[in-house]
Nanobody, 125 residues
Framework: QVQLVESGGGLVQAGGSLRLSCAAS????????VGWFRQAPGKEREFVAG????????KYADSVKGRFTISTDNAKNTVYLQMNSLKPEDTAVYYC??????????????????WGQGAQVTVSS
């Protein structure tokens, strides 16, 4: 079992930046692939970015490529999502998730077993 806790959400103007953190307890992230998903009101949960702990292979949704960066801190057992050049359409609740170790991060929610509680990100125009 692994417990995930997100932090770092908030309100920011369009063009601004935020960094989300996802801290794991219970087990180290080294046994998992970690992904970030988001869900806006009335919409389905969608993949944002993912990273394999071993190898550091990353995958991004087309909508965030070049603006968001996912990274890890082994010593802190934490995954980050740096979000730059934010747009109003990035407004959503952001979730981190952990799933079985694999070659590349999965992009569908059902591939992940553990979820954090979510962090609200609101981008004003």
């Amino acid at each position: 079992q692994v417990q995930l806790v997100e932090s770092g959400g908030g309100l920011v103007q369009a063009g601004g930046s935020l960094r989300l953190s996802c801290a794991a307890s219970g087990r180290t992230f080294s046994q998992y692939v970690v992904g970030w998903f988001r869900q806006a009101p009335g919409k389905e949960r969608e993949f944002v970015a993912g990273i394999t702990w071993s190898g550091g292979r990353t995958k991004y949704a087309d909508s965030v490529k070049g603006r968001f960066t996912i990274s890890t801190d082994n010593a802190k057992n934490t995954v980050y999502l740096q979000m730059n050049s934010l747009k109003p359409e990035d407004t959503a609740v952001y979730y981190c998730a952990a799933g079985p170790r694999r070659w590349m991060p999965a992009v569908t929610p059902h591939e992940y077993d553990y979820w954090g509680q979510g962090a609200q990100v609101t981008v004003s125009s």
